[in-house]
C-alpha cells in the first residue's frame, strides 16, 4: 500500500528566510502525482503545488518549490520569502496515475509557523 | 465560479445518532471523494464516487454510506454515530476528461469542510 511520511511535526522560519518540508513515500507504481496541500486555521485545504512523476524537472509555483527525488522516493517542499500568511498545516499527498479517479494518500502534516 | 461546497459548516450529535453531510462539486467535475480528517492527523480515504457509482472504498465499517445524484452532488451518510467518528470531513471534486482552463484533470480540489462533533 502506498504510504506518506512527514517527519518534521512542526517548522518555524523567520519572514523573508527560506524553509524546507520534508516528505517521503513509498509506492511500488512508475506513474503517479504528488502534491502539496496547505490548511490554515480555517481548515480549508488549498493545494499549494503538484509534480507528476513522469517529468524530471521540478515544480515551481512563485514561492514555491519542489526538490523531487524519484528514486529516493523523496519530494521536499522549499518556500522562499516566507510569508506570515504562510502560516499552517502543510500535507504532502500521493495519488496514482492511470486511473481515471485516484485517491489521495495523506502525511500527518507538518505545522509551519512563520514568525515576524 | 463557485469551488466545491459543503453543508453544514457544523454538526453537533449525539452517540448513536444519523448524520447526513452534503457535497456541492465544482461546476463540469463528475468525480467526488470524502476524507476523513481525525484532529492531529491527515485526511483519510472515505470514498471515491465517479459518475453516480461508488469507485472506491477506504477503510470504514458500513456505518458509513454515500451516493453520488445526477448533478453530481453527494451525500455521506453515518449510523449509529461513536465518539470517533468526531471530525472534520473533507469532500473533494476533480474533472475527469477535459478540465476547465486552469484546472487540472488529476487534481483534487477541496470543500470548506464540515465539522462534526459527536457527544
Known amino acids: 500500500a502506498q504510504t506518506v511520511t512527514q517527519s518534521q511535526p512542526e517548522m518555524s522560519v523567520q519572514e523573508a528566510e527560506t524553509v524546507t518540508l520534508s516528505c517521503t513515500y513509498d509506492?511500488?507504481?512508475?506513474?503517479?502525482?504528488l502534491f502539496w496541500y496547505k490548511q490554515p486555521p480555517s481548515r480549508q485545504m488549498i493545494l499549494v503545488i503538484r509534480q507528476e512523476a513522469y517529468k524530471q524537472q521540478n515544480a515551481t509555483e512563485n514561492r514555491f518549490s519542489v526538490n523531487f527525488q524519484k528514486a529516493a522516493k523523496s519530494f521536499s517542499l522549499k518556500i522562499s520569502d516566507s510569508q506570515l500568511g504562510d502560516t499552517a498545516m502543510y500535507f504532502c499527498a500521493y495519488a496514482d496515475r492511470g486511473s481515471t479517479l485516484g485517491r489521495l494518500y495523506f502525511g500527518r502534516g507538518t505545522q509551519l509557523t512563520v514568525w515576524p | 465560479d463557485a469551488g466545491v461546497t459543503q453543508s453544514p459548516t457544523h454538526l453537533i450529535k449525539t452517540r448513536g445518532q444519523h448524520v447526513t453531510l452534503r457535497c456541492s462539486p465544482i461546476?463540469?467535475?463528475?468525480?467526488v471523494s470524502w476524507y476523513q480528517q481525525v484532529l492531529g492527523q491527515g485526511p483519510q480515504f472515505i470514498f471515491q464516487y465517479y459518475e453516480k457509482e461508488e469507485r472506491g472504498r477506504g477503510n470504514f465499517p458500513d456505518r458509513f454510506s454515500a451516493r453520488q445524484f445526477p448533478n453530481y452532488s453527494s451525500e455521506l451518510n453515518v449510523n449509529a454515530l461513536l465518539l470517533g467518528d468526531s471530525a472534520l470531513y473533507l469532500c473533494?471534486?476533480?474533472?475527469?476528461?477535459?478540465?476547465?482552463?486552469?484546472?487540472?484533470?488529476?487534481?483534487?480540489?477541496f470543500g470548506p469542510g464540515t465539522r462534526l462533533t459527536v457527544l
Open positions: 509506492t511500488s507504481e512508475n506513474n503517479y502525482y
Open positions: 461546476s463540469g467535475h463528475k468525480s
Open positions: 473533494a471534486s476533480r474533472a475527469v476528461g477535459s478540465g476547465r482552463m486552469g484546472m487540472s484533470t488529476d487534481t483534487q480540489y
